[in-house]
């Protein structure tokens, strides 16, 4: 999976032209602290993948059309539409 991944993101997902994503993602606030702790302390890019481990997903950015965030108790929601 991790190979067909990559290789969808390196082709800019032209096997998957007119995919259309909305997903609702509830992130806690323990994960969210956790991000703004490594970003404070200058870790602000993420190390390049290791063999065996998950693909780069930075490339996914470009298709993103639309992302809102917004709070709720005890989380911060992330609203998406991705577009290839």
Partial sequence: MKEWMRKQIESGFRDLKGLSISAHV????????EVLSEILRGA???PAPKSGQAPDLRPLGQFVRKAEVRATEGALVVDVEISV
């Fill in 26 to 33: 509830p992130v806690k606030d323990q994960l969210l602290n």
């Fill in 44 to 46: 602000s890019t993420p």
